[in-house]
């Protein structure tokens, strides 16, 4: 199934689409999706439902991150065997790890803003992962059991805030708008090849990232399980699995994303984000 939120900001509700594509409203089924949802056999609920005895969702909705109120989103740095190519560096001996601040997510259809003083802001087309019940020391063997389901993600980075300010990473991930996901949460039924998923972003119409799944130098399982030895993964929380080759920083010469300019991006059976890049207003 796919699951969706919309709403305006502090005010979404829940949904889930239809064999047809449209959205359901599901609110008076559960309160959110969310991770308490997640936790209490949301997916299991929602198996026998009669999704055409729904209420339609007005196409004018703004469609919101399919998740509310995520608690931990972790991000994998140097995955993809060509990106690490493109970024000068070696294969990593174990996931590289950094945590990106709850208060970057935005929709998958909302603007994208430009932080103040920035000068490098980077695109990265990323496969995420949705954790639906609580997992802490999980095999590897037993770790898609906890994953609800995956998602779309645009890590959006300031390269000179990450990189030339000292410190760890977290610094050019974190900022306001920067972790937009979505448009469902998809249950991993729906998901035929988990390790042959392509993924794309546009810049203005123009393809700058072309990937697959396939070369993940660490795949999902191993994620969960590895994640799960260093923190506890609570349900709703959001692993984004690392970036394909193509990022702005990668390029010769390096090109940023700048005010006006359209970010496009999406993977197979997971669905697609459009964002405006506008400036800071302060």
Same mark, same amino acid.
């Given at each position: 199934?796919?699951?969706?939120?919309?709403?305006?900001?502090?005010?979404?509700?829940?949904?889930?689409?239809?064999?047809?594509?449209?959205?359901?409203?599901?609110?008076?089924?559960?309160?959110?999706?969310?991770?308490?949802?997640?936790?209490?056999?949301?997916?299991?609920?929602?198996?026998?439902?009669?999704?055409?005895?729904?209420?339609?969702?007005?196409?004018?909705?703004?469609?919101?991150?399919?998740?509310?109120?995520?608690?931990?989103?972790?991000?994998?740095?140097?995955?993809?065997?060509?990106?690490?190519?493109?970024?000068?560096?070696?294969?990593?001996?174990?996931?590289?790890?950094?945590?990106?601040?709850?208060?970057?997510?935005?929709?998958?259809?909302?603007?994208?803003?430009?932080?103040?003083?920035?000068?490098?802001?980077?695109?990265?087309?990323?496969?995420?992962?949705?954790?639906?019940?609580?997992?802490?020391?999980?095999?590897?063997?037993?770790?898609?059991?906890?994953?609800?389901? @995956?998602?779309?993600?645009?890590?959006?980075?300031?390269?000179?805030?990450? @990189?030339?300010?000292?410190?760890?990473?977290?610094?050019?991930?974190?900022?306001?708008?920067?972790?937009?996901?979505?448009?469902?949460?998809?249950?991993?039924?729906?998901?035929?090849?988990?390790?042959?998923?392509?993924?794309?972003?546009?810049?203005?119409?123009?393809?700058?990232?072309?990937?697959?799944?396939?070369?993940?130098?660490?795949?999902?399982?191993?994620?969960?399980?590895?994640?799960?030895?260093?923190?506890?993964?609570?349900?709703?929380?959001?692993?984004?699995?690392?970036?394909?080759?193509?990022?702005?920083?990668?390029?010769?010469?390096?090109?940023?994303?700048?005010?006006?300019?359209?970010?496009?991006?999406?993977?197979?059976?997971?669905?697609?984000?459009?964002?405006?890049?506008?400036?800071?207003?302060?």
């Amino acid at each position: 199934m796919k699951l969706a939120r919309f709403g305006e900001k502090g005010s979404e509700k829940p949904a889930i689409v239809d064999e047809a594509g449209k959205l359901r409203d599901i609110s008076n089924i559960v309160d959110d999706i969310d991770g308490n949802s997640l936790a209490n056999g949301l997916l299991e609920t929602l198996k026998g439902i009669e999704l055409a005895e729904l209420p339609v969702v007005d196409g004018q909705e703004r469609l919101a991150e399919p998740v509310g109120k995520v608690g931990n989103f972790i991000c994998v740095g140097l995955n993809y065997s060509d990106h690490i190519k493109e970024s000068g560096m070696d294969t990593p001996a174990e996931p590289v790890l950094f945590l990106k601040a709850v208060s970057s997510i935005i929709g998958p259809y909302d603007e994208i803003v430009l932080p103040k003083n920035s000068s490098k802001v980077d695109w990265e087309v990323e496969l995420g992962v949705v954790i639906g019940k609580r997992a802490s020391y999980v095999s590897e063997e037993e770790a898609m059991n906890y994953v609800a389901g @995956l998602c779309v993600v645009d890590d959006v980075s300031e390269r000179s805030f990450q @990189l030339e300010r000292s410190g760890q990473w977290t610094k050019g991930k974190g900022c306001p708008t920067f972790g937009p996901f979505g448009p469902w949460l998809v249950t991993l039924d729906e998901v035929d090849k988990l390790d042959n998923l392509n993924l794309w972003l546009d810049v203005n119409n123009k393809r700058m990232q072309t990937g697959n799944t396939g070369l993940m130098v660490f795949k999902i399982p191993h994620l969960v399980h590895y994640i799960s030895q260093f923190m506890v993964l609570e349900p709703g929380d959001l692993i984004s699995t690392g970036t394909p080759p193509g990022v702005g920083a990668g390029m010769n010469p390096q090109a940023w994303l700048k005010k006006d300019d359209v970010v496009e991006l999406g993977i197979d059976g997971l669905g697609s984000q459009r964002h405006d890049i506008v400036p800071f207003n302060g």
